[in-house]
């Protein structure tokens, strides 16, 4: 095809959503660039796989933050998705949309038309669920599959523990409370954002998918975007556009790309030698991410320590995935959790809890360690703050597009942010403290919350905290005059015919794990562009 109605830079959640939902008009052409390969990856589709993704650089960017001041000065290790899905191909698994206060602030924020009850009707038109005992609701393509029924046995002791201390068990997917975290699973396997939506629309002949293709530019006439520049095979090469380039490519490179186009802080581009095409302060700037901390126990039962920590453990997990999809390889490891106040007299979910029957303590040659975890039974409690006011930035540190932008991530840069990770490691002391806890944890297996002063808290979230790799917020969508990039239909402020379409766009982060949020900002954008 020579000449496109729409260039798609980055084919992760929202680009397979935007590729789809643009092709699906047969006049359109289309051209969706991915800096990764094929998805077609044994440990890609088996969600155990997770563990062996994550330092893969076959389909991981493998991305590295600053030193923060805040966190001891520590460099956390950024795993981003770099591959067809992008990072729906490498994440967790798990689906929760946020809670529907998350999306009234968006729409507070100066943004028409990101209110819970807008947003909430494009959630119901993206999620096919498939509950316990296999029925089926919804019309969407993306599979949301309840698997609590081969969770381990543990997570009983858990939800018994939450009862005690007065958390109510709650809808996982959309709501407060505490169950088995949904998975974007089909039949014991995962299913992306490239299984949803792009392995339909690549039968589609106007549609042109070119893997291996980094995006080193976005081509311009004056202030009006007219194609791409991009690296493939060794070779540069110029894709040109009829109508709109859309930025897909995350809340990392979406920012990093309008940089080294010239549109970003001026002062800065120009003593990196860019060109300046907008002076843009706020491209990069409004980064959140949320800040998560685990603590491990020795159980006295058997926990998937006993399963995957063998080699007949993980043999037979193995031959019964392969014969029924189902069992410890079809599963997430974050298998219970939920959205949970840590004081009763707020007005919404503050936490993010995380329950894991199975622990780990030091890394295996760059793997996640989950086939070698500890040696005797054990598991991890955890949580997060929902919404973190800590603000940090993503900037080039070179006019080089293969030069790694700096990631400044901030955390812990305000007191509220403090007093929220105290908080929710005082919940997790308060779970600790319950008679369903006792009786299954033998020992602490590291720091424990428990009987510890807040500074003694404080001091170990510093030494160990780290991101739950849910950065967003690098585009956000707000007014011009209030620190905004696009507008409330993803359109950049000052420029034609560009617009930025995944994470990055956020307002303010969502309570809970951000992929479900991110295919429906592609969804809803979809809308937009075709109505017009």
């Known amino acids: 095809m020579d000449g496109y109605d729409y260039i798609i830079v980055g084919a992760g959640s929202a680009g397979c959503v935007i590729a789809n939902r643009l092709s699906a008009d047969s006049r359109n052409r289309v051209l969706l660039l991915e800096a990764g390969g094929s998805d077609r990856y044994a440990r890609i589709k088996a969600p155990i796989g997770y563990g062996l993704t994550f330092h893969d650089p076959k389909m991981n960017w493998r991305l590295h933050a600053a030193r923060d001041p805040s966190l001891d000065h520590r460099e956390m290790y950024w795993p981003r998705g770099k591959v067809l899905g992008g990072s729906s191909s490498i994440n967790a698994m798990v689906w929760c949309r946020g809670l529907d206060g998350d999306f009234d602030d968006w729409r507070a924020a100066g943004n028409p038309g990101w209110s819970a009850a807008e947003t909430t009707a494009v959630f119901e038109r993206i999620e096919r669920r498939v509950d316990a005992d296999g029925v089926k609701t919804g019309v969407g393509l993306q599979w949301v599959s309840d698997r609590s029924r081969d969770l381990h046995g543990l997570g009983q002791s858990y ?26 699973t089909r039949d014991g396997r995962r299913h992306s954002a490239a299984d949803a939506f792009l392995k339909q629309a690549r039968k589609r002949r106007n549609l042109r998918v070119i893997t291996g293709a980094e995006v080193t530019r976005l081509d311009f006439e004056g202030r009006c975007a007219r194609g791409v520049s991009y690296l493939h095979r060794g070779q540069a090469l110029h894709a040109e556009c009829r109508g709109e380039v859309i930025l897909c490519a995350g809340a990392v490179k979406s920012p990093q790309l309008l940089q080294l186009s010239g549109i970003g802080p001026a002062e800065q581009l120009r003593t990196l030698g860019i060109k300046v095409r907008l002076d843009a302060p706020c491209v990069g700037g409004g980064l959140q991410d949320h800040l998560g901390m685990s603590y491990a126990y020795r159980a006295s039962e058997p926990t998937l320590n006993q399963v995957l920590g ?51 303590s030091t890394t295996y040659r760059n793997r996640r360690p989950l086939l070698r975890p500890d040696p005797w039974p054990g598991f991890v409690l955890g949580f997060n703050p929902c919404r973190p006011t800590s603000r940090g930035r993503i900037d080039i540190a070179s006019a080089d597009p293969m030069t790694p932008p700096t990631i400044s991530p901030n955390a812990l ?102 992929n479900a949020p991110t295919i429906m900002t592609a969804m809803r954008a979809a809308d937009f562009i075709l109505e017009e």
């Not at 490891?333 to 029957?357: H, K």
């Not at 305000?414 to 308060?430: C, F, K, P, Y």
């Not at 808290?457 to 007014?479: K, N, S, Y």
Request: glycine content about 10%.
């Open 310 to 360: 063998t080699k007949r453990g993980q043999l037979a997990s193995a031959l019964q995935y392969l014969l029924k999809r189902n069992g410890a390889f079809s599963l997430g490891v974050n298998q219970m959790g939920g959205l949970v106040r840590s004081r009763a007299e707020l007005d919404r979910a503050d936490i993010q809890l995380y329950f894991t029957p199975l622990s780990y």
């Open 159 to 184: 939800m018994e523990a939450a009862t005690e201390i007065g958390l109510e068990k709650g809808n996982t997917i959309s709501g407060e409370g505490v169950g088995p975290y949904w998975s974007t």
């Open 413 to 514: 840069s305000t007191n509220a942010d403090v007093s929220a990770m105290i908080a929710g490691a005082r919940l997790i002391e308060r779970l600790l403290a319950t008679s369903a806890m006792r009786r299954v944890v033998v020992a602490e297996n590291g720091f424990s919350p428990v009987g510890k002063s807040d500074d003694e808290i404080l001091a170990d979230i510093r030494a160990r905290a780290g991101t739950v790799f849910h950065p967003c917020g690098t585009c956000r969508m707000a007014p011009r005059e209030a620190g905004g990039v696009v507008d409330p239909k993803l359109r950049v402020w000052g420029i034609e015919r560009l617009r930025v379409i995944d994470a990055s766009i956020f307002p303010n982060i969502t309570s809970a794990n951000t």
